[in-house]
């Protein structure tokens, strides 16, 4: 016999025809393993598609548990529930597709389970309908989810959504050096140095405590994005252990940041000329772009501005400082900073008593011829270990540097050299988020037979098997045409493999572009699922220390981090010539009958893809061409990206690209920097044998460097590297050893690939050890070029 919704709810017979139907399953918990539930959909349930009514002023877990989500009746079955409790079932899995059903739970499940929980009765009231079980061993504890939240009971929103009653919930550890009591960080109320049910401590920082309350709150307002330690910062740990504490973050953006034009005030741009003395007729607020009466801004405070005629700038002048952030600096950086002299404008030299509003540049002491270059002493990274360590001392006067002074440098080099530090600092921010996947790694080695002159084929047939583990450590072996193993002592193989894999598939049918690439369309290669194989490729070899890909369009980076439908492709993006001549031909037209004729031409073309429309204006144009990139870029590619991004997601690399679009635009947008002597010598650490001359050691490496950069050598810095590493680039995720270099008492340098170390002879004179050094590394690179071809 069917049992009706109202058994669950706890009636002992049926409610009055007046009152509301209820759930037909009470808030049920973990139980069953959760497999089939297409990883529960977390994300898509807090979202708009379940229309869950969560408000932003809800309060506490209690709340959110009482509203249990979206309802929905299925009158056949005479059957009314809530998602949360569909979603926290024992016995229930998510059979059908996202469409099907309740969002994969089909109506004849949930009522199996309705039966299920008819016989179960709630720990706490007593009553009927309690399918939560605690998942504790042996414990046979069940309850109802309103019951369990008022006596302790912790559910947990993550994993297979457990449940654990008041006697086996987690707990936290109460520190060492809790005492007393303390504020909320969040409402500022006192608590109690304890840990309870109610009562949180942060696992990232000492005495940070909480309400479960304000925590809850929080975590509703904040998102997944968003919420965070409040103290330090920090995510992952925070989260994970609030996750555990039964705290529910739902992943969604802030609430602030869904507010509607909450921003709008900080996209106002200053439009104000503040010289004392404006010479525009239209007035100080006046602002034509492209003109002598466009308005600039101070470059530093943006508070500030001027007419280009007022201060008598030239159009080309792409900085500005106002009077006060030109003090500033100016005291900042004492007689150091040259300021640039500036004219007076024509009104100006006729009433000097009236002036500018701006002080004029500060005046310097003139300074004698040279004066304006200074000396850096710089020494590599020096550690000791079973060899001396060299102090800054023994360099004070073998290696000397000359640089010329931050006042000499133009604006745009300047510029330069701040994206080169940002890409820097991004990188290195990348090469801690790849260690970190790292971890992920396994010493179970999986090995991979790859024929060099067949790299694609052999490596996708590698990465095809079912034994396939991209988390076991990869080992490469290089075999012949016949498959008999062949040995290249002068490679390290795996970095060598990802090095020539990344260049194949750059170089492949799936991307098109010249330098830049953007994904193509190959519906051979779509069909056999190649772009979700170049994806897990790329991926694997960023977190198993391959180089940098470095060939990826800012559309497409922007595409796999953003979503597609965020993108709006530029004419660069376009690699097939017909199209960009067709762009380039509606683009040219200057009237609407040349727009017509230009559409007309290319009409079958545009009939194809679906963007042929009526022109009834010349503008309309701009938008007819953004509709054929749109579609020549974008929706052309869908399937594509969609595969490509499947393969991206192996060892969660995707995941972290759109946490981290930043850092990651640096290793997959950007070429890797070249190398230059200042970089290998910071990147080696050095150590020396006791006893032994160590600042002649020193001078005659960073001098073989620095002749080597200015092409003096018979080498290059590439084959330096790939002498002492094996590959002949960094990897975004750095090396493992650290490089080194030890001087030693031996006749010829030695590159020890897998501790990353350059071993160098110690010698008398310079002559000798740069002879050695080139020839040591020129037999290397000669045999490494020719196992290469």
């Known amino acids: 016999m069917v049992v009706a919704s109202w058994v669950l709810a706890g009636w002992s017979r049926p409610p009055p025809p007046q009152k509301t139907e209820t759930c037909g399953v009470d808030c049920m918990g973990e139980g069953a393993p959760l497999v089939g539930k297409k990883a529960l959909r977390w994300v898509i349930m807090l979202k708009s598609a379940f229309r869950i009514c969560l408000v932003n002023s809800v309060n506490g877990l209690i709340t959110v548990l009482k509203n249990m989500g979206e309802k929905r009746t299925y009158e056949d079955y005479n059957l009314t529930v809530h998602y949360y409790c569909v979603l926290m079932s024992s016995g229930i899995w998510q059979r059908g597709e996202d469409e099907e059903g309740f969002y994969g739970f089909l109506p004849e499940d949930i009522l199996k389970e309705v039966n299920r929980a008819a016989r179960l009765k709630c720990s706490i009231c007593k009553k009927k309908g309690a399918s939560i079980g605690c998942v504790a061993s042996r414990c046979k504890r069940s309850y109802h989810l309103p019951c369990g939240t008022e006596k302790g009971c912790i559910f947990q929103f993550r994993g297979s959504f457990p449940s654990y009653c008041w006697k086996h919930r987690p707990t936290q550890k109460r520190p060492s050096t809790a005492k007393g009591s303390s504020q909320c960080t969040i409402c500022l109320e006192l608590v109690e140095h304890a840990p309870s049910y109610n009562i949180l401590t942060s696992p990232c920082c000492k005495n940070a405590w909480f309400h479960r309350e304000c925590l809850q709150c929080q975590a509703l307002s904040a998102g997944v994005f968003f919420f965070r330690c409040p103290v330090c910062n920090n995510t992952e740990k925070f989260q994970s252990e609030m996750l555990r504490m039964g705290i529910h973050i739902p992943e969604k953006d802030a609430s602030w940041e869904l507010e509607e034009n909450a921003y709008q005030d900080l996209l106002q741009c200053y439009q104000h000329c503040d010289v004392k003395r404006c010479l525009c007729r239209h007035g100080r607020d006046y602002s034509e772009p492209d003109s002598k009466w466009e308005i600039k801004r101070c470059q530093y405070c943006g508070s500030s501005g001027t007419h280009f005629a007022c201060s008598s700038l030239t159009s080309w002048e792409k900085n500005w400082e106002c009077a006060g952030c030109r003090t500033i600096l100016a005291e900042s950086n004492g007689n150091i900073k040259k300021w640039r002299k ?244 509606i683009k040219s037209a200057t009237t609407l009958s040349s727009l017509e004729s230009a559409v007309s031409d290319c009409s079958e073309y545009l009939a194809t893809i679906g963007c042929l429309k009526p022109i009834t204006a010349l503008g309309d144009k701009d938008i007819l061409v953004d509709e054929i990139l749109n579609y020549h870029v974008i929706k052309r590619t869908l399937l594509p990206l969609e595969s490509f991004e499947q393969g991206l997601k192996t060892l969660g690399v995707l995941e972290k690209m759109q946490m981290n679009p930043d850092a990651f635009c640096s290793i997959l947008c950007h070429k890797p920097e070249k190398l230059s002597a200042k970089f290998l010598g910071d990147l080696f650490t050095i150590y020396c044998l006791p006893g032994a001359n160590k600042a002649r050691s020193l001078d005659f490496w960073m001098g073989y460097l620095q002749e080597t950069e200015g092409a003096e050598s018979g080498v290059t810095l590439e084959d330096i590297l790939l002498f002492a590493t094996g590959t002949c680039s960094i990897p975004p995720i750095g090396f493992d050893p650290e490089p080194s270099v030890k001087f030693l008492h031996i006749s010829c340098p030695i590159g020890k690939r897998h501790l990353n170390c350059l071993e160098l002879p110690i010698t008398k004179s310079y002559t000798k050890f740069k002879r050695t050094l080139d020839s040591s590394i020129r037999s290397v690179v000669v045999t490494t070029v020719g196992s290469r071809k």
């Open 342 to 585: 500036r004219s007076l404008s024509t009104a100006e030299k006729t009433d000097i008593g009236d002036g500018l509003r701006e002080d004029p540049s500060p005046k310097w002491p003139r300074q004698s011829p040279g004066s304006h270059l200074g000396f850096l002493i710089r020494s590599p990274k020096i550690y000791p270990n079973a060899f001396t360590h060299c102090s800054q001392l023994d360099l004070s006067c073998s290696d000397n540097r000359l640089i010329s002074s931050p006042s000499l440098i133009s604006p745009s080099v300047r510029n330069l050299s701040l994206r080169k530090s940002q890409l820097r600092v991004q990188k290195r921010e990348v090469s801690n988020i790849l260690r970190e996947l790292r971890s992920q790694i396994n010493i179970k080695p999986t090995r991979l037979n790859i024929n060099r002159q067949d790299i694609w084929n052999s490596a996708l047939k590698g990465f095809q098997k079912r034994s396939f583990n991209p988390a076991n450590t990869i080992e490469v072996n290089y075999i012949n045409s016949r498959s008999e193993i062949k040995m290249y002592s002068c490679l390290s193989s795996k970095e060598d493999f990802f090095q020539l894999l990344t260049l194949h598939l750059q170089n492949s049918s799936l991307f098109e572009g010249r330098f830049s690439k953007n994904l193509s369309f190959d519906s051979q290669a779509l069909q056999d699922n190649l772009y979700y194989e170049a994806g897990k490729m790329i991926a694997v070899s960023l977190v198993h220390g391959g180089p940098s890909p470095g060939f990826f369009s800012k559309t497409l980076f922007c595409c796999l981090v953003y979503g597609p439908e965020n993108v709006k492709p530029t004419v660069e993006d376009v690699a097939d010539i017909d199209v960009l001549l067709t762009i380039e031909k």
